[in-house]
């Protein structure tokens, strides 16, 4: 079974990754700290949005993969993919700033969460389905 669509959510995933490292990198030359957070602020808030990117999105986008490996309808593997990166990009966007409005880190957060629990429904569903 080949991947038709996940892979190109997938790269998309991977640029917003690359600038957030970018992002936690250029925070750590601005003041001077290679490890931990040195106590700025700052640093800690890009690091754990970095961070917090990298723990969810590589579980969540395989288990997309893993659906439409299934031959899940491509309807299906399109929305939950746009909803990942949507949920990604704010919560990383809400989290990113000093002065954060708590609801971009919720819907995010909850976004992410329940994309997961949809993704793990429909695995344990599919044999139980007919035309998925």
């Known amino acids: 079974m080949h991947l038709n669509i996940t ?9 917003l990754f690359i600038s957030l490292s970018v992002k936690t990198i250029k925070t750590r030359r601005e003041h001077k700290v290679a490890i931990g957070d ?10 754990r949005v970095h961070a917090n990117f990298s723990e969810y999105v590589p579980f969540t986008i395989l288990l997309i993969a893993m659906l439409e490996m299934q031959t899940y309808s491509q309807w299906i593997i399109h929305g939950l993919c746009i909803a990942l990166v949507t949920a ?30 949809v993704c793990a429904f429909l695995l344990l569903a599919k044999p139980f389905l007919i035309d998925a």
């Open 88 to 117: 990604r990009a704010i919560h990383a966007y809400g989290v990113s700033q000093a002065n954060e409005d708590f609801r971009f880190r919720i819907f995010g957060t909850a976004t992410t969460i329940n994309i997961i629990g």
């Open 7 to 15: 892979p190109y959510y997938a790269a998309i995933l991977a640029l």
């Open 38 to 47: 040195g106590g700025e602020k700052s640093i800690l808030r890009a690091s």
